[in-house]
């Protein structure tokens, strides 16, 4: 069995599998051993979009996976 864990991705907390189903565009489901993948902000932590990134490559963190 692969256990995974999720984050909401305004806040970088974990939270409950309920919280992904009501709020999918919102979250990060990591598998036991991997990290999140995407962007994030250097600044506030959150999870950003690959355009923000873009924009703002200086302040943005890019994460695992890619």
Do not use: K
Request: charged content about 25%; hydrophobic content about 25%; proline content about 3%.
């Amino acid at each position: 069995m692969v256990r995974s864990r999720h984050r909401s991705a305004s806040t970088g907390r974990f939270v409950r599998s309920m919280m992904v189903a009501r709020h999918p565009g919102t979250t990060d489901t990591q598998t036991a051993g991997s990290q999140a993948s995407g962007y994030r902000s250097g600044i506030t932590g959150r999870f950003v979009t690959e355009a923000t990134a873009r924009r703002h490559p200086d302040t943005t963190i890019r994460e695992g996976g890619h």
